[in-house]
Antibody, heavy 122, light 109 residues
Framework: EVQLLESGGGLVQPGGSLRLSCAAS????????MTWVRQAPGKGLEWVSL????????YYADSVKGRFTISRDNSKNTLYLQMSSLTAEDTAIYYC???????????????WGQGTLVTVSS | QSALTQPASVSGSPGQSITISCTGT?????????VSWYQQHPGKAPKLLIY???RWPSGVSNRFSGSKSGNTASLTISGLQADDEADYYC?????????FGTGTQVAVL
């Protein structure tokens, strides 16, 4: 069974940094692109970032470009999201998802983890 | 990066069919047959219902069907059931990025 487990969320002050992790199991992690999406409290879903299976190609939403860095460690079956210069607008549940992609073009993302909550507040 | 436009809410009675629209632009929905639909129950992770406009992942009921015309994609739920009460999001490739719809809350009356 494919499982994705996010961790690393918490309360951080504006301007601070946080690193999220997504531990994967039940599939050959190194063969799949992975993505992060987020959902602000009571709001809709927003795509954040995508990383190719090898880690060589990254894609970001304009809202996080230059502040967030997606990466992976295929030896640990783990996806990361390093977030910096955080603002209140980054407050959200962050979900990681497994993608079926070729050269950055993804047919679907499924499944998703249960998410980790990031709260940016003083 | 504007979100795709969906109606805020749609409702129907058990057994009825409802359709949710998802309007984008020629840069996303109109240019690629890479529209997906997700269902999200409160407090839960999104679940894939449809991919590549009208294809079903394994295990998803064929009561959910998708289509696309121009810049607008649609999800139809037939034989509406109580458990279909949830939020629904469309999602499209947009040339190096991805964009979600604004979300539609489905109520089963």
């Amino acid at each position: 069974e494919v499982q994705l487990l996010e961790s690393g969320g918490g309360l951080v002050q504006p301007g601070g940094s946080l690193r999220l992790s997504c531990a994967a199991s039940g599939f050959t992690f190194s063969s799949y692109a992975m993505t992060w999406v987020r959902q602000a409290p009571g709001k809709g879903l927003e795509w954040v970032s995508l990383l190719s299976s090898s880690g060589g190609n990254t894609y970001y939403a304009d809202s996080v470009k230059g502040r967030f860095t997606i990466s992976r460690d295929n030896s640990k079956n783990t996806l990361y999201l390093q977030m910096s210069s955080l603002t209140a607008e980054d407050t959200a549940i962050y979900y990681c998802g497994k993608g079926s992609c070729t050269n950055g073009v993804c047919i679907w993302f499924d499944p998703w983890g249960q998410g980790t909550l990031v709260t940016v507040s003083s | 990066q504007s979100a795709l436009t969906q109606p805020a809410s749609v409702s129907g009675s058990p057994g009825q069919s409802i359709t949710i629209s998802c309007t984008g632009t020629s840069s996303d929905v109109g240019s690629y047959n890479l529209v997906s639909w997700y269902q999200q129950h409160p407090g839960k992770a999104p679940k894939l219902l449809i991919y590549e406009v009208n294809r079903w992942p394994s295990g998803v009921s064929n009561r959910f069907s998708g289509s696309k015309s121009g810049n607008t994609a649609s999800l139809t739920i037939s034989g509406l059931q109580a458990d279909d009460e949830a939020d629904y999001y469309c999602y499209s490739y947009a040339g190096g990025r991805y964009v979600f719809g604004t979300g539609t809350q489905v109520a089963v009356l």
